[in-house]
């Protein structure tokens, strides 16, 4: 058992996910998991039946180290200003809070950095690395 959670490292990826969106717009929740016995690593994606992603993440959560990494987040641009990045970074958060994780942690290109900020996300000390951190 992970220290920060009732879960089991096979239960981990469901006990984060419950708080993801089941469909955003008309595109449905696909996600693929794996758990090295560190961190689980997690790709969740929002497709159309036409096999069309409306939106996609990625994420590496480390139980044993409390955090959250965003790997990558991505809304295809037709689907853009919908609202769904916000809606997936809400529920990344919602996540992180009901399993006790003290920060995320991102990189981000210049061009999204208004995104991240708008979010509540501040630079740290290389400014291309963002974070959030949470209170207990």
Same mark, same amino acid.
């Not at 058992?1 to 708080?19: E, G, V, Y």
């Not at 969106?21 to 996600?31: A, E, V």
């Not at 994606?45 to 409306?54: A, G, H, Q, R």
């Not at 987040?73 to 919602?94: A, C, D, M, P, T």
């Given at each position: ?19 993801f ?8 929740? %696909? ?6 016995g !560190?961190?689980?690593? &997690?790709?969740i ?7 069309? $992603?409306?939106a ?37 958060? %919602?996540?992180?809070?009901?399993e006790?994780? !003290?920060?995320?942690? &991102? ?9 991240? $900020? ?19």
């Open positions: 058992m992970s220290p920060l959670t009732s879960c089991s490292p096979d239960q981990l990826a469901t006990c984060f996910t419950n708080t969106p089941r469909s955003l717009g008309k595109g449905r929740m %696909q996600s693929e998991r794996t758990w090295n !560190e961190r689980l690593f &997690l790709y994606s929002w497709e159309l039946e036409k096999d069309e $992603t409306v996609s993440v990625k994420l590496q959560y480390y139980p044993y180290r409390n955090e959250v990494w965003i790997g990558a987040l991505s809304v295809q641009e037709r689907f853009r200003g919908n609202g769904f990045g916000k809606q997936i970074v809400q529920s990344i958060e %919602q996540g992180a809070v009901q006790q994780v !003290e920060v995320i942690r &991102l990189f981000t290109r210049r061009k999204a950095t208004g995104f991240w $900020t708008n979010l509540g996300y501040r630079a740290e000390e290389d400014s291309r690395y963002l974070r959030k951190t949470f209170s207990s």
